[in-house]
């Protein structure tokens, strides 16, 4: 097991959680270590199979509860057992993988502990959409509502877990992380989906490194990890 259950009994008292408790964030193990920072990864939104109608509004979802999920919708909204499932940077679904193992790859180039075989153990990630996308591969279609509870859920995160540095792996959640990141004075910055194109294509929007070139969404991850010394090993 590379999670701590230590923050369930706080997430719990979340009103969406007390709903859905298997989307409840991922804290791994060793969180906050000597060695580690306490850094939050934020993505986008789980999603559901093509065959499944209660996520399809967000006035439906929002008045469900997990009881009234068929397991396979339950299993895929499991945040914590989704990323416990990972060893050494392989999940048993190819999306899984494009999400949690390239920011595992890019942890582990950086920190090389004694136990690797899920670096997802050193950091929390969470999901920022409360309501899983409408089809798989595609970006959610949000409406208020979900902003709506997106803010509260992030804020009574941010309170129970107190990360010292937040990254978004999303473009579509960054705008709504940055705004509230500066309020609460938490070092933020974000990168493209782990699982899309611009992971590994340069962009001007990304920014520079030391040589003037591109980045990519790896790179900056990558660069905020050194600059902030998350893992402090270099």
Known sequence: MHYTESYNDQFQEIEHYK??????????????????K????IGESHYLDLDSEIHKKSKLWYSSSSQELIP???DWTN?????????????????????????????LELYNPTDTENMLQYCAFY??????????????????KDLEVADEVFLKIVKTIRPEYIFVTSSKVWPYVK?????????S?????????WWNRRAKKYGTNSDGK??????????FLKEHSVFNTY
């Open 19 to 36: 709903k859905m408790p298997q989307m409840m964030p991922w804290v791994g193990k060793s969180y906050g270590d000597d060695n580690v």
């Open 38 to 41: 306490k850094i939050l990864f």
């Open 72 to 74: 396979k919708e339950k």
């Open 79 to 107: 945040t914590v057992l989704n990323i416990n499932e990972g060893k050494n940077r392989k999940y048993p679904s190819s999306a899984q993988f494009s999400i949690y193992g390239n920011i595992e790859k890019v942890i």
């Open 127 to 144: 999901n920022y959409f409360q309501r899983p996308a409408q089809e798989k591969g595609q970006s959610i279609i949000y409406d208020s």
């Open 179 to 187: 705004e509230k990141s500066k309020e609460l004075e938490i070092i």
């Open 189 to 197: 910055d974000f990168s493209p989906h782990p699982g899309c194109a």
């Open 214 to 223: 591109y980045l990519n969404g790896k790179g900056k991850v990558i660069i």
